[in-house]
């Protein structure tokens, strides 16, 4: 699947689950949910519908790291030059850049 297909559905999951979740809550669907007080179903219908969101946010991830890598990260062969260059170079000839390092080196 494309990744943002992926990205798509999960973001619709994130908005659509949680008003799944309170609407069922606030109107009986689910079972057990009318014997229990106003105050409690607006506590558990809220918790549950953060719990939803955490886990399509879970599942996400977990698709986006099972998703096989296409190239290998070759880093930027100036980068590695400089980098090699500066383990190289000895430690007391340093370069000073400004007038006022160069003041305090003197």
Not at 50 to 60: A, D, E, G, P, R
Not at 67 to 91: C, M, N
């Amino acid at each position: 699947m494309e990744v943002m297909s992926k990205f798509l559905i999960a973001s619709i999951l994130m908005w659509t689950v949680p008003i799944a979740v309170l609407y069922g809550f606030n109107n009986n669907l689910f079972p057990g949910s009318a014997s229990v007080s106003q105050e409690s179903l607006t506590l558990w219908s809220g918790i549950l519908a953060v719990i939803s969101v955490n886990v399509v946010i879970v599942l996400y991830i977990i698709s986006a790291m099972k998703e096989p890598s296409s190239d290998k990260h070759e880093p930027d062969p100036r980068f590695l030059a400089d980098a090699k260059a500066s383990i190289k170079q000895q430690p007391g000839t340093t370069e000073v850049d400004s007038s006022s390092d160069r003041a305090k080196l003197e």
